[in-house]
Nanobody, 122 residues
Framework: QVQLVESGGGLVQPGGSLRLSCAAS????????MGWYRRTPGKERELVAD???????NYADSVKGRFTISRDNAKNTVYLQMNSLKPEDTAVYYC????????????????WGQGTQVTVSS
């Protein structure tokens, strides 16, 4: 199995910053894309940002210029640096990755973290 452990959420004032981390462990042969999603009550889960295995990032329009996604392949970890946070960024943030567990597998499967709450409020 593949386990994802997230950390870094919390309460922050508008304009503040937080850094989320997500470390993957378990039986992992390779990881392709890694990313962050978020969900607020009454809304569907939405992509915040993702990054390819080669390091190419992709961002939702709502976070461009404020959030930065990065990954450390040696540590199987993905990060989300969130700056200039706004109340509308309040959500549960979920880590996601696509991985192959064994060398002979020809397909990747999605894995999800348990979610971490980010609250932006004064």
């Amino acid at each position: 199995q593949v386990q994802l452990v997230e950390s870094g959420g919390g309460l922050v004032q508008p304009g503040g910053s937080l850094r989320l981390s997500c470390a993957a462990s378990g039986t992992i042969f390779s990881i392709n894309a890694m990313g962050w999603y978020r969900r607020t009550p009454g809304k569907e889960r939405e992509l915040v940002a993702d990054v390819t295995s080669g390091g190419t990032p992709n961002y939702a329009d709502s976070v461009k210029g404020r959030f930065t996604i990065s990954r450390d392949n040696a540590k199987n970890t993905v990060y989300l640096q969130m700056n200039s946070l706004k109340p509308e960024d309040t959500a549960v943030y979920y880590c996601n990755l696509w991985a192959r567990r064994r060398a002979w597998e020809t397909y990747e499967l999605p894995y999800w973290g348990q979610g971490t709450q980010v609250t932006v409020s004064s």
